[in-house]
């Protein structure tokens, strides 16, 4: 498996507060990505990065950051968290020379009261 | 812009049958991949099979294999010989190249898989 672990995995939060979260990776991959997944919607991405302090929006990026100063970590942020960013988030891996295989990490639940 | 549709909510197959899950893709692009994912209830996401758009030849992976019909654009599974352990959600993904050059990944909607004993 790949080594991609994610923190925290689990989170309750109330609306209006910063919530970060961590991807961490020790497959030295160029590419991370963020995911959320909703019912009926499949994962849509957040943001990407493809090297460190290189990132890019993806189609659902409103109300959320990204950062990446170290290769191996990826964070994203919601600065003012939302009822409607309640979701599963995903971080994945890719080193996307030829189109390799993404590798998931395990999911943050992540709950806006 | 890239779109990939899984028409299939949801499916369900007998144990030891065969049944084949649908995806269909939007692009302008000649040269891409696609993958198959399978989601069970761990919520792990596993890669199932991958296809190189620039290759005929359909790939294959033990009990699963897939269509690829490029003029279509479509990209059907088929799971041969079905298990208890193949019931999950399965998402069909484009990896795309971004007008920077960059590589994203686009995922349809999912279909959730049951296999009945």
């Known amino acids: 498996d790949a080594g991609i672990t994610q923190s925290p995995r689990h989170k309750v939060t109330e609306t209006g507060t910063p919530v970060t979260l961590r991807c961490h990776q020790t497959?030295?991959?160029?590419?991370m990505y963020w995911y959320r997944q909703d019912p009926g919607h499949g994962l849509r991405l957040i943001h990407y990065?493809?090297?460190?302090?290189?990132?890019d929006k993806g189609e659902v990026s409103d109300g959320y950051s990204v950062s990446r100063s170290k290769t191996e970590d990826f964070l994203l942020t919601l600065e003012s968290a939302t009822s409607s960013q309640t979701s599963v988030y995903f971080c994945?891996?890719?080193?996307?020379?030829?189109?390799?295989?993404?590798?998931f990490g395990p999911g943050t639940r992540l709950l806006v009261l | 812009a890239q779109t990939v549709t899984q028409s299939q909510p949801e499916m369900s197959v007998q144990e030891a049958e065969t049944v084949t899950l649908s995806c269909t893709y939007d692009?302008?692009?000649?040269?891409?991949?696609l993958f198959w994912y399978k989601q069970p209830p761990s919520r792990q996401m596993i890669l199932v099979i991958r296809?190189?758009?620039?290759?005929?030849q359909n790939a294959t992976e033990n009990r699963f294999s897939v269509n690829f019909q490029k003029a279509a654009k479509s990209f059907s599974l088929k799971i041969s010989d079905s298990q208890l352990g193949d019931a999950a959600m399965y998402f069909c993904?484009?990896?795309?190249?971004?007008?920077?050059?960059?590589?994203?990944?686009?995922f349809g909607t999912g279909t959730r898989l049951k296999v009945l004993a």
């Open positions: 994945a891996i890719s080193e996307s020379v030829r189109g390799e295989t993404q590798y």
């Open positions: 993904a484009y990896r795309t190249t971004a007008t920077s050059g960059t590589y994203k990944y686009i």
């Open positions: 990065s493809y090297g460190v302090k290189d990132t």
């Open positions: 692009t302008s692009e000649s040269d891409y991949y």
């Open positions: 296809q190189e758009a620039y290759k005929q």
């Open positions: 497959e030295n991959h160029r590419y």
